[in-house]
């Protein structure tokens, strides 16, 4: 069952990256009866929701080949699926889903909503092929925003009674540990929205109930959820099976609403404060983290008496550094700084020197007082900051730059508003040479992928890019061009950015599988494996690589013979057949054959141009070899393909697995292959891979992202946790040893990520303004007890107790935070009231800075409240509270975009814990501001406002 259900979540990981790009939009069918609303469709499977809280986000089925390896047939792969809605007769309704024109599979899929609040959820299914399969149905994955904290008792098929408490928090990440109940009968859920009862029926009523909250596969990364199902279910040919979940909720009564606001003047409540803003930076962090860096007493002002020196011999390369330097400067601290030469300087003070020791005849002298030693590594820099003087100096020309990169990140204000560098001590330089990311462009990457090479890679000293980039407009293929596809123009000018900020570009076009973008718009399905499936080319048939070599042979020409072209070479067998029976061209040849022969193909036409290969290293191992992305079906198939592959090829060994152990680095290393690790989202799944690879001497981290197909300019809006991850990344390859990098919450990355995105002049003015006193208009405590009557009523143990309170400084700005919170009602709180009104300013204000959260996450975007502000005129303006843009829950630590975590803190029992801020400004500064309501929209969140503060001064 263990091993079996690691299996199956590591899998759907694979699914997941895969359906990003596969998949296209499905509509969905919805159905309501009294307080249950469930839709379905192929994508998400079913969706159900009581009293609007979300009790299942989404379920799946799938039916894949022994080992994982192959995907047979799935809801969201299906091309024919017959939906409709039936009415029931009582009252009911459901969603009614067939299968009747597959050759994988038939089936009937039900789900039937009664009065009363019960839902019937039967499936019966019918395999056709003679393929031995297994299949795994998800029924649901069960929101845990109702079920945290709630008792339950159950009852297996067994006999066995089954009781305990679902915990406030997940106990493991591993799924076997955070089992409630498997094979189960019955099981219900005392929770705050009522009971909530679940019972299986079937030929094999065998599921498992299990806490997926610390999962980081990709189903447990969009909500915090519980998996319920039926796992590895082997399935017979013409054998019909059935399985049934019989849901029922049994609604608490609402409590009586709060008492209304209290009606008060804006004497009564504001507090004036001279400094409301200051704009004094917090504690310096420089990412990735320096291998050695003391802190000393003082600081280096940048004023206008300030200069950066380059060396008399500097070149254009040389002063990059420099210029780094100055743009940062100018373009958000407002200051211009000059750049002179080393023999213009007349004495040791207001300098910023930069330059090797070689290439700048300040450095070493300036080193040497500073009692800094230039570390003789490759890349490596030392950085001083004196009161009199700064030095940057480098072992080389990229170890100067990215010294320059972390003497950026000191920059910073004092309360007067000066611009200061703390005094310091660095010698730095990286564990691993190779620090990548992968980038998928289309044709709005210059903007984009540009300004990321700027802000964000070349901050946290990447060095490699992998660009993605089998769906540029080739001139050999006009025939599959997409109009959101990139130019070659434009591709070559990005490379050319990355290569300004010291960083190496080398192309990825997919190969063999994953080549659903040769077949685009129906084109070039002679060459298709599995007409049916077209995924995989044929590697037995000449044209196949008349289209291949074409491609990757301009590619090799933009980018200037690269030192590798990535070939991809992944999950081959993913979709589809492969060898497909009806290929008369690959018959008597096994996949694994047809593997070895296609990539040695196309490593000799690479080698002939002399360009290195690199590929994606999946198919060389099998289970037991690595935690996932194992899709060699034996032991020793694995070897043999590896036997039979060139050493000099490198391995991109990608695992998303948040793993303590990647055995498979070991494995690569040891029969002579160059490798390079290559995680994705997961910061343990980072961390942990980045330091396998230290370990072992392999070249590098790369860190992936799948997101961005034809559409790169969302990356922040869809996919900022993924693109955050890069900052992640970037501080585990550079130095993965680093206990900081492993304590709890070093930082947000997120927020990171949008701090150096923006390229807006920094406020360096200290601003008046108020404080709120909310005090009169609290309605949830804080602090819990054990009662459960405060905050969200988990107990003592699981509070914001310890957020600061009374009068306090979060960030740059003053707070008075109240012993109770403005907090609106939800349904998993139904006595809240549903919005508070009347909060009285009675002044202009130039912008507000609103200390928020929610009780419970929801969907992002979801419109969870609003902050109405009137002016003394009779006109106002409504701010919407778009949950994971301007507001998130306290649990919720990769939401709010727009809202940067000022405090970031544990629960009495231990629990991280943070709030954010979000800034608004006035479009009417001008006018007087009377009052403000806060009011809440029918959601599951809980918007709790627990402090405002308000600016006078422009």
Known sequence: MHRMLLLSLLFITCLTVLSLSARADSSADEVQVGELSAAFSPDKGLSLTFRGVPIIHESSLWVVSPGWTNVYYGFGRSRSLDTSVQEIEGGGRRILVEETRSDWMNLRYEVSLFPGSRVEIGLAYRWLQDKEASMEYCIGLFSAAPLAGATYEGETRSGEKVSGNVPFEAVSADPFQATLIRDFRRIAFRTRLGTLALESEGDRSDPVFFDGRKNTTGWGNAHPVFWCGFLGSPVQ?????????????????????????????????????????????????????????????????????????????????????????????????????????????????????????????????????????????????????????????????????????????????????????????????????????????????????????????ARYKINQIVLECEYAKWDSHPEIHQPWAISKEDLKKLAE????????????????????????????????????????????????????????????????????????????????????????????????????????????????????????GDMLLAIGEAPDAYNAKTLEEAQ???????????????????????????????????????????????????????????????????????????????????????????????????????????????????????????????????????????????????????????????????????????????????????????PLLPALPDEVTGIPIGTAASAFHFLMTCGWPVAEGTEVGAITVYYLDGTQERIPLLYGRNIASWRDFAGGREAPVVWDGKTPGGTRAAVRAYAWQNPHPEKVVSHMDFSAAPTAAAPALLAVTGMTGR
């Open 237 to 457: 040919k013409g054998e019909w099976r059935t399985r049934r979940l019989i849901l029922k909720l049994e609604g608490a009564k609402a409590a009586p609403k709060a008492a209304p606001s209290p009606r008060l003047k804006a004497s009564q409540v504001i507090i004036e404060r001279e400094d409301a803003r200051v704009p004094a930076t917090g504690p310096v962090r420089i990412i990735p983290t320096p291998r050695k860096m003391d802190m000393a007493e003082g600081v280096f002002r940048v004023d206008a008496k300030t200069r950066i020196v380059a060396g008399d011999r500097a070149e254009a390369t040389d002063l990059r550094a420099a210029e780094a330097l100055q743009r940062e400067l100018r373009d958000i601290f407002g200051r211009f700084v000059p750049i002179i030469r080393a023999k213009s300087v007349k004495s040791a003070r207001h300098i910023i020197v930069l330059g090797e020791l070689n290439r700048n005849n300040l450095s070493e002298p300036l080193c040497e007082k500073s009692k800094v030693s230039v570390p003789d590594k490759e890349e490596g820099y030392a950085l001083a900051v004196t009161p009199q003087w700064v030095v940057v100096a480098g072992r080389d020309r990229p170890g100067t730059y990215w010294g320059a990169q972390s003497l950026i990140q000191m920059l910073g204000f004092d309360e007067a508003g000066r611009i200061v560098i703390p005094s310091a001590r660095i010698e730095d330089y990286p564990a691993l040479r190779y620090r990548g990311v992968h980038l998928i462009p289309d044709r709005d990457s210059l903007a984009v992928h540009g300004k990321m090479i700027e802000r964000i890679l």
């Open 497 to 616: 950015i990355a290569r300004e900020h010291f960083m190496e570009v080398n192309p990825l076009i997919q190969s063999l599988g994953h080549c659903e973008w040769i077949f685009k718009g129906g084109q070039n399905l002679d060459i298709a494996e599995d007409k049916n499936n077209p995924y995989a080319y044929c590697p037995s048939h000449p044209r196949s690589y008349d289209f291949i070599f074409s491609a990757m042979d301009e590619a090799v020409e933009l980018f200037g013979h690269p030192r590798f072209m990535h070939i991809g070479h992944d999950e081959v067998s993913m979709i589809g057949q492969f060898p497909s029976p009806d290929c008369k061209k690959c018959r008597g040849k096994s996949e694994g054959d047809l593997f070895i022969q296609d990539t040695l193909k196309l490593y000799e036409h690479l080698k002939a141009k002399g360009v290195k290969t690199m590929m994606w």
């Open 640 to 826: 043999r393909r590896r036997d039979a592959l060139p050493k000099d090829i490198a391995i991109a060994d990608w695992h998303y697995a948040a793993a303590r152990e990647y055995p498979n680095v070991a494995i690569l290393q040891r029969e002579g292959f160059e490798v390079i690790g290559c995680t994705w989202d997961s910061h343990e799944n980072i961390l942990w891979f980045a330091r396998a690879v230290a370990k072992e001497k392999a070249r590098g981290l790369l860190q992936t992202t799948w997101a961005g197909y034809y559409g790169v300019k969302d990356e922040i809006k869809n996919a900022l946790h993924q693109i955050s991850a890069y900052i992640v990344a970037a501080d585990c390859a550079w130095n993965p040893a680093s206990p900081a990098i492993a304590s709890a919450a070093p930082y947000n990355a997120d927020d990171l990520y949008m701090q150096q995105w923006n390229t807006c002049p920094l406020d360096r003015r200290p601003k008046a303004g108020f404080t709120v006193d909310l005090s009169a208009f609290g309605t949830r405590p804080l602090k819990d007890d054990i009662e459960g009557s405060g905050w969200l009523g988990y107990g003592p143990e699981q509070d914001l107790r310890n957020l600061p309170a009374g009068n306090t400084r979060l960030g740059q700005i003053a707070f008075r935070i109240a012993p109770q919170s403005v907090m609106l009602t939800s």
